[in-house]
C-alpha cells in the first residue's frame, strides 16, 4: 500500500526557516517524481514544488522561487522541502504528493498533509 | 501562470447529473491534454478522479466523466449520490502545474 507521511510542521515566526519531510512507503520510491502542494486555510490547492526521480529536474511556483528549496533522499525514501524567508501567506497545510507514473502531470497519491503556521 | 477559472459551487440533488468547468487559457489548458480533476472531502487529503482530460484511474466509478473543449475543461458526475458533495479541483499540467479556485458540490 503506497503510504506518504508528512511531518516537520508547527507555528513558526515570519523570517524564520522550517523544514517538511516526506516519508514514503509501498512502492519504489527512486523511480517516481514527487511534489508539493499547499493549501492555506479555506483556501484551494496551490503546487509548491517538484522534483524529478533523480533529481535532476526541479522546479518551483514563483511564490516560493528563492526561499523554498526540494530535495529528496532516495536511500531514506523521503522527501524534503526546506522552508526560508518565511512569510504569512505561507501558512497552509502542506502535502506531499506522487507523480503518476505515466508522465500525465497527474498526482495520483497524495500524504495527511502537515501545517504550517507563520505568525509573531 | 494565473489559476485556472471553476465555478465557486455547484449543486444537483441525488441521481442528478452535474458538470463543473475548468477555464484556462491557450497555453495551458488549450495546449496539453494534460488535465487532471481532484476530490477533497473536508479535512482530508485531494484524491485524483480524472486524469489526462478524460481518464479515470482504476477504483474511481464511471459516474465521474471528463472531456475538453479549447481551453475548457469539463467534469461530469452522473447519478449524483451524497458522498460526492465535495470540493473538486481541476489541474492543468504545462512544465509547471496550475490548479483552479475550487468548486463546491453541494448534493440536495
Known amino acids: 500500500e503506497v503510504q506518504l507521511v508528512e511531518s516537520g510542521g508547527g507555528l513558526v515566526k515570519p523570517g524564520g526557516s522550517l523544514r517538511l519531510s516526506c516519508a514514503a512507503s509501498g512502492f519504489t520510491f527512486s523511480s517516481y517524481s514527487m511534489n508539493w502542494v499547499r493549501q492555506a486555510p479555506g483556501k484551494g490547492l496551490e503546487w509548491v514544488s517538484s522534483i524529478s526521480s533523480s533529481s535532476s529536474y526541479i522546479y518551483y511556483a514563483d511564490s516560493v522561487k528563492g526561499r523554498f528549496t526540494i530535495s529528496r533522499d532516495n536511500a531514506k525514501n523521503s522527501l524534503y522541502l526546506q522552508m526560508n524567508s518565511l512569510r504569512a501567506e505561507d501558512t497552509a497545510v502542506y502535502y506531499c504528493?506522487?507523480?503518476?507514473?505515466?508522465?500525465?502531470?497527474?498526482?495520483?497519491?497524495w500524504g495527511q498533509g502537515t501545517l504550517v503556521t507563520v505568525s509573531s | 501562470q494565473s489559476a485556472l477559472t471553476q465555478p465557486a459551487s455547484v449543486s444537483g440533488s441525488p441521481g442528478q447529473s452535474i458538470t463543473i468547468s475548468c477555464t484556462g487559457t491557450s497555453s495551458d489548458v488549450g495546449s496539453y491534454n494534460l488535465v487532471s480533476w481532484y476530490q477533497q472531502h473536508p479535512g482530508k487529503a485531494p484524491k485524483l478522479m480524472i486524469y489526462?482530460?478524460?481518464k479515470r484511474p482504476s477504483g474511481v466509478s464511471n459516474r465521474f466523466s471528463g472531456s475538453k473543449s479549447g481551453n475548457t475543461a469539463s467534469l461530469t458526475i452522473s447519478g449524483l449520490q451524497a458522498e460526492d458533495e465535495a470540493d473538486y479541483y481541476c489541474?492543468?499540467?504545462?512544465?509547471?502545474?496550475?490548479f483552479g479556485g475550487g468548486t463546491k458540490l453541494t448534493v440536495l
Open positions: 489541474c492543468s499540467y504545462a512544465g509547471s502545474r496550475v
Open positions: 504528493a506522487r507523480d503518476r507514473a505515466d508522465s500525465s502531470g497527474s498526482l495520483d497519491y
Open positions: 489526462e482530460v478524460s
